[in-house]
């Protein structure tokens, strides 16, 4: 029974999953049913949306196809129409140009006719004047010539006048107008400065106990001190403007300290010496300042303010050279040149005068070698070297250079020829006793009536000075010419310096 109950038990579960599968079965059938239906439908949509948008592209297609075509017919028609007009401009011309060379054949045709009948009348004039047509030609211009030779002359003679005058004139004008344009007074120390002081006690402490302490000053700085009875002045006197301004620093240094000693004019002379190169620099940083030049080298510019201490005839070579550069510039602005080359070489035209002293040479040469050491421009060196004739002119600025140079030099009170020959002659004496050996300085005082030499005492005994005096005395006395006598001092001094530590 048990058995019977179970075999009937799985007989009826079997049937019933059975049944509830084929119930399940039926119901997913039906929904893949339901879903290929919708998808047919959803294709057959799509299938006429893709027909009728198919059929509008094609319909606007044959729209487009049909205005194209009637573009294209209208551009044939407008095509045709030209060249219906080109046709018959073509042919036109055509018989124009046929005119036209009937109409050169005419007139070919005539010239040669003209020229028949000018050769058939001039053989006719040649017979009856007996001249051939050269010789016709011949005679007329000899003719005019003699009839307007003398006109001809004349008038060219009175251009020629007029011409110049004008020149003449326009040339005055210039000159006048950069002259009026620039106008500079220039006072320059000649041989002397004055060194004010406070009180005249001072001029003894300044002599010094036996002379000791001027006789230091003089020695160092090779002028003469003169100390008369003009009330609280002491005079500098020598022809060198450089050592007298060192003097006369130093001798303000001394009045200013108090002690006035060897040992302390020593360090005043040092110090004004220094002074000096640093009124030296500025001197020349102001002439540029003032003149507008600027990019110079700082070094070109220490040794243009040496000229500040430098004179020609009695010019002051610097406040010359400034005088120049505006004279240049005037004078190019006016005959339209180049206004800073004329500036900058009229400015830096007289540079080799600051060391002309110091090397062989003329001051041109030394100019340009200077100018070539600091890389200025070759434009420069070329208008600078000419001012006194020495190179060719290779620019107008050149002329205009030695012009404003000229005027410079020989406007009334700008030089003293005197005087530089009086320069030069103690400059003279003081080389001549510099060339012999074992002389360590030698100064020109007492306006060239005497020179002090002083002698290296490593070189030179006591025996040996005396010598060397009378040797110099002796090449005085050959070479130079000089009114009165000079008086020859050498001196030999020897010191040693030791130090306790």
């Known amino acids: 029974m048990a058995i019977l109950a179970l075999m009937f038990g799985s007989t009826l579960g079997y049937l019933a999953r059975q049944t509830i599968a084929k119930q399940q079965a039926g119901t997913i059938e039906a929904k893949l049913e339901r879903l290929v239906n919708n998808a047919k439908q959803e294709a057959k949509e799509i299938i006429l949306k893709a027909k009728d948008r198919a059929n509008e592209v094609l319909e606007e297609a044959k729209k487009e196809e049909k205005d194209r075509q009637g573009q294209i017919r209208h551009a044939e028609a407008r095509l045709e129409k030209k060249e219906s007009v080109m046709d018959q401009k073509t042919a036109e011309l055509s018989r124009k140009i046929d005119d036209l060379q009937n109409k050169a054949q005419k007139i070919k ?88 002081i406070p009180s005249d006690e001072l001029k003894g402490r300044i002599i010094g106990k036996e002379g000791r302490n001027i006789k230091t000053l003089e020695k160092l700085t090779g002028v003469e001190i003169i100390v008369d009875e003009t009330p609280e002045t002491i005079i500098v006197s ?113 540079i080799g005068k600051a060391v002309d002293h110091q090397i062989e040479g003329s001051h041109v040469e030394i100019g340009k070698m200077i100018l070539e050491k600091f890389n200025m421009s070759p434009e420069v ?61 030698a100064y020109a005082i007492q306006a060239g009536r005497e020179i002090r030499v002083f002698v290296r005492p490593e070189e030179i005994d006591d025996l040996g000075m005396h010598k060397i005096a009378k040797e110099i005395a002796d090449r005085i006395q050959e070479e130079l010419n000089y009114p009165g006598e000079i008086k020859v001092v050498a001196l030999r001094e020897k010191r040693v310096v030791e130090y306790a530590r």
Request: net charge negative; proline share 2%; aromatic share 4%.
């Open 238 to 350: 020598g022809f060198d403007p450089t050592r007298r301004q060192v003097a006369k620093i130093a001798i303000e240094k001394l009045i200013a300290d108090g002690r006035i000693q060897p040992a302390k004019i020593e360090e005043a002379v040092e110090s004004a010496k220094q002074e000096i190169g640093k009124k030296i620099q500025e001197a020349g940083e102001a002439a540029c300042f003032e003149a507008g030049i600027v990019g110079l080298d700082p070094r070109l510019v220490k040794i243009f303010g040496r000229l500040i201490f430098r004179t020609s005839y009695g010019q002051n070579v610097l406040l010359h050279s400034l005088e120049v550069a505006y004279l240049s510039a005037a004078i190019a602005g006016e005959l339209k040149a180049n206004v800073e080359l004329a500036k900058k070489a009229g400015f830096l035209h007289d």
């Open 381 to 441: 060196i070329k208008t600078m070297q000419a001012h006194h004739g020495e190179y060719p002119y290779e620019n107008i600025e050149s002329i205009i250079i030695q012009v404003a140079d000229a005027i410079s030099s020989a406007r009334p009170g700008a030089r003293k020829d005197t005087l530089e020959a009086y320069l030069k002659r103690l400059k003279e004496l003081e080389d001549l006793a510099l060339g012999f050996p074992g002389v360590e300085k």
């Open 109 to 196: 045709k005539i010239e040669e006719e003209i020229v028949l009948i000018r050769e058939s009348e001039l053989k006719k004039l040649e017979s009856i004047a007996q001249l051939s047509k050269e010789e016709a030609q011949k005679e007329i211009i000899a003719m005019v010539e003699k009839d307007s030779k003398e006109n001809v002359l004349e008038r060219i003679k009175k251009l020629e006048k007029e011409g110049a005058a004008e020149l003449e004139k326009k040339a005055k004008e210039i000159m006048v107008s950069a002259m009026q344009r620039y106008s500079a007074s220039q006072a320059a120390e000649t041989s002397s400065s004055i060194v004010n």
